[in-house]
């Protein structure tokens, strides 16, 4: 896809326009001061010439986040100052809003602001393709699926699971499996496959996480950094804690520590919980019972279901965690329950390792992720 760039300037008012037209009919359009960004970016920028380039559009911003944004983006430096312009439009029209309501009493203001965030509609990350055009495949083609009562289909110790992977990555192998089946396709039946897959769906969850880090989630009304806190600092165990001392109560000094160290995360609800924002906002109403089995043998116990539905039926999906919690040991997998039980086209049709036994675990060895809280 092409895109042209080209530069506006205005005498009077020392401000320039940066057109950028994608194709031949999109085109964004953003204003900057002129004394803060060069005309253009180079391609051939260095990785510390970027940052210098990126900070003079967002002096507000660390090195560690304008990295992720590049990185977001594959080191290309337009793109990223496109997308950091436009959060800071969000930023500065949040700040312009504050100042109008300034003459109210202040915890009303803050109700009132917290209100209209929780609102907005989520920011939606870009660059993973496959599993955002997964999300619109599922818009249309979901109903292939039976809409089952909250209660209804449930699962028990004899239910079988789809096929998942054993590298630290089953939780977001186990809901691009659900998007899988939602959008009709193909699950993943070679295990490279499922591994790169589940790769995949963690960089869109942690993507999507860092563009709504200041914001509040729809579903729970809380926002995402106290959410992301309470899973991977607060909530970690006590070893853990001394490990990686205690975060910051900042955004910014959150969002810090949580750059350096969510490429240790296992997933937990925080991650679930981006999952299912993403995909109600996208008008998919699903919903995700939580299972827990602590024994190959022993029942399974409900823990939660997210989010409580307010209809008398919804797309169910049940996910069954297993093995000892806080290790590498522990894993999630997805059931052959609830809007999926009796779907043959969703069965692998090899039964053979369906289900995640304490011998296979043995035999693949220890994870490539040491961390975590629940995975």
Request: aromatic share 8%.
């Given at each position: 896809?092409?895109v042209?760039?080209?530069?506006?300037?205005?005498?009077?008012s020392?401000?320039?326009?940066?057109?950028v037209?994608?194709?031949e009919?999109?085109?964004?359009?953003?204003?900057?001061d002129?004394?803060?960004i060069?005309?253009?970016?180079?391609?051939n920028?260095?990785?510390?010439?970027q940052?210098k380039?990126?900070?003079?559009?967002?002096p507000?911003?660390s090195d560690?986040?304008?990295?992720?944004?590049?990185?977001?983006?594959?080191f290309?430096?337009?793109?990223?100052?496109?997308t950091?312009?436009?959060?800071?439009d969000?930023h500065?029209n949040?700040?312009q809003?504050?100042?109008?309501n300034?003459n109210?009493?202040?915890?009303?203001?803050?109700?009132?602001?917290?209100?209209?965030?929780?609102?907005q509609?989520?920011?939606?990350?870009?660059?993973?393709e496959?599993?955002?055009?997964?999300m619109?495949?599922?818009?249309?083609?979901?109903?292939?699926?039976?809409?089952?009562?909250s209660?209804g289909m449930?699962?028990?110790?004899?239910t079988?699971?789809?096929?998942?992977?054993?590298?630290g990555n089953?939780c977001?192998g186990?809901l691009?499996?659900?998007?899988q089946?939602?959008a009709?396709?193909?699950l993943a039946?070679?295990?490279?496959?499922r591994q790169q897959?589940?790769a995949?769906?963690?960089?869109?969850?942690?993507?999507?996480q860092?563009?709504?880090?200041?914001?509040?989630c729809?579903?729970?009304?809380?926002?995402?950094?106290?959410m992301i806190t309470?899973?991977?600092?607060?909530?970690?165990?006590?070893?853990?804690?001394?490990?990686?001392g205690?975060?910051?109560s900042s955004i910014?000094g959150?969002m810090?520590?949580?750059?350096?160290?969510?490429?240790?995360?296992?997933?937990?609800?925080?991650e679930i919980?981006?999952?299912?924002?993403?995909?109600?906002?996208?008008?998919i109403p699903?919903?995700?019972?939580?299972w827990?089995?602590n024994?190959?043998?022993?029942?399974l116990?409900?823990?939660?279901?997210?989010?409580?539905?307010?209809?008398?039926t919804?797309?169910?999906?049940?996910?069954k965690h297993?093995?000892?919690?806080?290790?590498?040991?522990?894993h999630?997998?997805l059931l052959?329950s609830?809007s999926v039980?009796?779907s043959k086209r969703?069965?692998s049709?090899?039964?053979?390792?369906m289900?995640?036994?304490?011998?296979r675990?043995?035999?693949?060895g220890?994870?490539?992720?040491k961390?975590?809280?629940?995975?």
């Open positions: 896809m092409s042209v760039m080209s530069v506006l300037v205005s005498c009077s020392l401000r320039f326009c940066l057109v037209e994608v194709g009919a999109r085109a964004r359009k953003r204003s900057f002129i004394s803060l060069p005309i253009f970016f180079p391609k920028l260095m990785v510390e010439q940052l380039a990126l900070h003079g559009v967002r507000d911003l560690a986040q304008l990295m992720e944004s590049l990185r977001q983006h594959n290309n430096t337009n793109d990223a100052a496109l950091l312009t436009t959060q800071e969000v500065e949040a700040q809003n504050r100042h109008e300034a109210e009493p202040n915890e009303a203001t803050q109700r009132k602001e917290a209100l209209q965030c929780a609102h509609h989520p920011i939606f990350p870009t660059a993973e496959y599993v955002l055009t997964a619109n495949d599922a818009g249309t083609n979901m109903t292939r699926l039976q809409k089952v009562p209660l449930q699962p028990d110790n004899k079988q699971c789809f096929n998942n992977v054993a590298d089953c977001p186990a691009l499996q659900m998007l089946l939602l009709g396709k193909p039946r070679l295990v490279r496959e897959q589940a995949l769906m963690r960089d869109t969850i942690f993507h999507f860092w563009l709504n880090f200041d914001r509040i729809g579903l729970t009304n809380q926002p995402w950094h106290e309470m899973g991977h600092n607060i909530g970690v165990t006590r070893s853990e804690m001394e490990e990686y205690t975060w910051p910014e959150r810090e520590k949580w750059l350096e160290e969510r490429s240790t995360f296992y997933f937990t609800t925080s919980m981006a999952f299912l924002e993403m995909m109600h906002a996208k008008h699903i919903s995700i019972r939580m827990r089995q024994t190959t043998t022993s029942k116990i409900h823990l939660y279901t997210c989010p409580e539905s307010s209809f008398d919804n797309y169910v999906f049940d996910m297993t093995g000892a919690n806080d290790t590498s040991d522990a999630y997998v052959r609830g039980a009796g969703t069965v049709q090899s039964y053979e390792d289900d995640y036994t304490e011998k675990r043995k035999k693949n220890k994870q490539t992720i961390r975590g809280k629940t995975n």
